[in-house]
């Protein structure tokens, strides 16, 4: 079971290696925070306002004001934004954010389309039959969050859909989930720098319940 500080060490390293990999151009190494009581955060530090994601206002407002006010860990060169943040108590993971926000402007393609036309990598982000959503990996155990079914205490969101919680086996780590990233929105026919980053051994234990597993899923890593 992952420890706070193995979890910043991931972050930490990730961090390096996207920036190495020059997919990366802007970064918020972790910060580790102890509230006492056993609570610890692992997250970006204080800068922005992690809540104003979940409000009711267009994508395009959501986007801008997390990219001015630097509320990511990764600004990726395509204009991307990936948060991480863990709470753990007892040493124990409470819960986690792990979001992906794709640029909702082609701003840097007006400015230097070279970046783009001459990487494959990012030849997508021109196409128009692309749609940027964002997606979120949340885990929340507390009992008075949790809910069988309705609120399962490891999901994926996509686009923002208030009730759209898909069920997921467990929590998981930043490499897995870094991993996750890269590999559906940045590998291309000729390079796959998925298989470019540190892994770790770390993995959180299954979450999920019996009558979720009769649903469709996510399967994460698990601890073995």
Known sequence: MPTPEDIRHQMEKLTADLVGLSLCDRQNFPALRDFGQGCREVGIGDRGNISFALKNVPYHEIY???ERTQTYNLRMLDGALIQMMYRFR???????????????FLEEFQNNPEIYLEDEIYAEVIMKNIVSFP?????DCRVDVAVDVKHPRSHLTLGQYQNCRIPVSAPITPCHFIG????????TAFCRYCTQISTFPHAFEISITDREMDLIYIQAPTQK
């Open 64 to 66: 801008s004001e997390l």
């Open 90 to 104: 007892d040493n124990q993971v409470e819960t986690h954010r792990l979001a992906f926000f794709p640029s909702p």
């Open 135 to 139: 997606l979120r990996f949340d885990f």
């Open 180 to 187: 996750f990233i890269l590999r559906n929105f940045y590998n």
